[in-house]
């Protein structure tokens, strides 16, 4: 054999290889997203729902369902690791760049991570998530011998039937439109909600510290009403003056056994807990909303100066060569937690949200058509993040593959619009929400709740007013 086939045999070797590795590195990622997500979906499923004590062929067709739906969330978890992933590998290669056991670590295993993410997470929200709701309604058809596969049969017709009229309608809309308003999407309009709630919902996890109070005499309080409303209830008789009934008395006995138990918590919190941890995590969620809307505020001034701001997609992951931050690794580090901030407070804005607030999932006793929701909202606020990410200069990573095939990306007006929305939203909930809380703790510090509120009357000729 001559030495120029001899070199091309090994080319083709090493490229054979490479994609080999390629391939069994992409699958042992999903396996382990997959199985981190079966239990999740395990902690939060409704047990009934998948028991065969009634029909057995109810309970094969949740499980396939549930399946699904773990495929589904394992796609949205890979979504939202993908750009930090990706920046990690990066500064990772600068760090080590002759290191043997880091170069699989490579622009194509990354490039193929990115693909593979948006193929599965296109093919979950158009069939896997629509069969698996309508496999789970689904009977059979009229006069066919029942069963799992004319389930399949019913559930392929509706869903072949609902996709070409959903063609039919986004065919007609860009006909209408045109394609490039038809290609924009709106990204994360929950994320500055969901920025001031975090405090709200930190405040709630974590044990406040004491300002003004004396906790032991609200706990003997509460546990003397609590004892009070219980010798009512098992005596079985109302107050004298009072006409209450007993459904009344049972729900002011829970409330007051609620707090309770909240004062209670906050009673055997350490003084390290309880002083140090509250403030400590309010600074930092302040920190961490105040970088993000600083970046914003100076991508903008980049927006209006710099053409290469404008966020764009490219084919060739180039990893290795430089910095996607002028900080190196801390400011890449600082960019990883400001994406998995932004992504944590998109998910508490959408659940505290009055239209999704009844999509939040419970302890054990959620059911399979709510799963369902939840992993398709889950999955598009995962699949935006990297283009929500890059579009408000949280992060220099160009995206690969089909995430910036958007057309709207190269439109200046849009970006620019969405980063200064992003601000001033973002910007006006943490004031208004901060300000608010503030004063909350202030006023029930120096006990001003407690005060009666004035009653004033003013008189006229005729009438009181």
Known sequence: MAPVEQDALAVREQLFHERVRECIICALLFASLYILCHFIITHFKKHTDFTAVHDDEDAAVNRIALGLCTFTLAVALGAVLLLPFSIISNEVLLSFPQNYYIQWLNGSLIHGLWNLVFLFSNMSLVFLMPFAYFFTESEGFAGSKKGIMARVYETSVVLLLLTLLVL???????????????????????????LSTMFTVTGKLLVKPRLLEDLDEQLSCTRFEEAAVSHRIRSGKASCWLNLDMEMLREQFFAVRSKRRKL????????????????????????????SVLIVCFHVLELLLDDAAMPRGIQDASLGQVSFSIFGSFGAALQVVLIFYLMLSSVVGFYSSPLFTRLLPEWQDTPLTKIIGNCVSLLVLSSALPVFSRTLGITRFDLLGDFGRFNWLGNFYIVFLYNMGFAGLTTLCLVKRVSWAVQAELIRAFGLHKLPLPVKRCQTRSKPC
């Open 264 to 291: 209670e918590l906050r009673h055997r919190a350490s003084p390290w807990q309880r002083n140090l941890g509250y403030p400590l995590a309010m600074l930092g969620l302040l920190a961490l909303t105040g970088i």
């Open 168 to 194: 039919g309608m986004v065919w007609v809309a860009s006909a209408i439109v045109g394609n490039d308003a038809a290609s924009r999407q709106s990204l994360y309009v929950c994320t500055p909600f969901g």
